[in-house]
Structure formats: C-alpha cells, structure tokens
C-alpha cells in the first residue's frame, strides 16, 4: 500500500470530524448571538441614514464620528457572525430578518437636526447594548469566548454612546 492511499483517509477523516464533532452552540446560544447580529447591521444602517441626512451645528465632527459607529458596528456584525459559524450555527442578516428582529427603532426619514441625531443616535446604540447585556449571562454559560466578543462590542459602543451624548450636554450648575 502506498504512502498516500494511508494518509488521504485520515486528512478527509479529520476534516470531517472537526467540521462535525467540534463546539456546536445550542439554540439559545445561536439565537441570542443573532439577537445581538441583527442590532449591529441595523446600527449600521441607521448610522449611515443619519450621516447621510444630518444637518446643524458640528455637522462635521458628528459626521465623522457616525462614520466611526457605522464602521464599528459592520466590523463587530462581521465578527458575530463569523463567530456564529465557526460554531456550526447560521447567521441571518438579510433585510427583511433584520427589519423584523432588531430592537432598534426605525430611524427617520429626512434632514435631522444635529442634537436630535445625537439623541438618536445615542438611544440606537443603548439598545444594542442592551441586546448585549440581555442576552450575556446566556452566551457566557455556553461559551466564554463569545461572551468576551459581547465585553469587546459593550466597551465600544459604550464609549461611543459618551462620546455623541455629551456633543450637547452641560455641566450641571451651568
């Protein structure tokens, strides 16, 4: 028998048994993982309609700072959902899913005022937060390394919900 006819059995073995016997999450791990998924796109498309229709005082610096949030919230969906599949679960990020399943209100339509996008725009990413924190005692029961993905994606938008909440806020006494 030759070298090759041995080998080639194992490699497609063990191709198969790690495609098949590795970590496979359970359906609350998967749906809350999807839970959190939806709110990242939606995030992301709602920070594009606002950077798109914003108007006001510090336009410029809240648009860049929505181009921030906007990009966050793809790279950190991109991460969930590549999460979801290395733990042999689907992600479903198409419109109508994520329409139906977000937590996020719908964003207007038309010219936005600069501190009502502010206020928006800090409410959306407070609801995707709490997505995170809902759903993290379960992710974290299951699986400790998704959970660390949640802390990565709560400090950020976190930092972020600061950051655009104070554009127009007042010292206390002021």
């Known amino acids: 028998m030759s070298t090759t006819t041995e080998t080639k059995p194992d490699v497609e073995r063990t191709r198969r048994e790690n495609a098949e016997?590795?970590?496979v999450a359970s359906r609350a791990l998967t749906d809350s993982l999807q839970e959190v998924l939806v709110d990242l796109i939606e995030?992301?498309?709602?920070?594009?309609?606002?950077?798109?229709?914003l108007v006001g005082p510090n336009f410029r610096d809240?648009?860049?700072?929505?181009?921030?949030?906007?990009?966050?919230a793809r790279l950190f969906a991109d991460e969930v959902a590549e999460r979801m599949r290395a733990l042999h679960a689907t992600p479903d990020g198409r419109s109508g899913v994520v329409s139906a399943q977000t937590t996020l209100e719908e964003f207007p339509g038309g010219e936005v005022l600069t501190i009502d996008t502010a206020d928006m725009v800090t409410a959306r990413i407070e609801s995707a937060v709490g997505t995170c924190r809902r759903v993290h005692d379960t992710v974290d029961d299951e699986d400790p390394t998704s959970a660390d993905l949640?802390?990565?994606?709560?400090?950020?938008?976190?930092q972020f919900a600061w950051m655009i909440s104070a554009e127009h806020r007042r010292p206390k006494g002021a």
Request: aromatic fraction near 6%; charge should be negative.
């Open 43 to 53: 995030l992301a498309n709602q920070g594009k309609q606002a950077h798109w229709n």
């Open 150 to 158: 949640l802390h990565e994606i709560i400090q950020k938008l976190e």
């Open 62 to 72: 809240l648009h860049l700072q929505l181009d921030e949030v906007i990009e966050a």
């Open 21 to 23: 016997h590795g970590f």
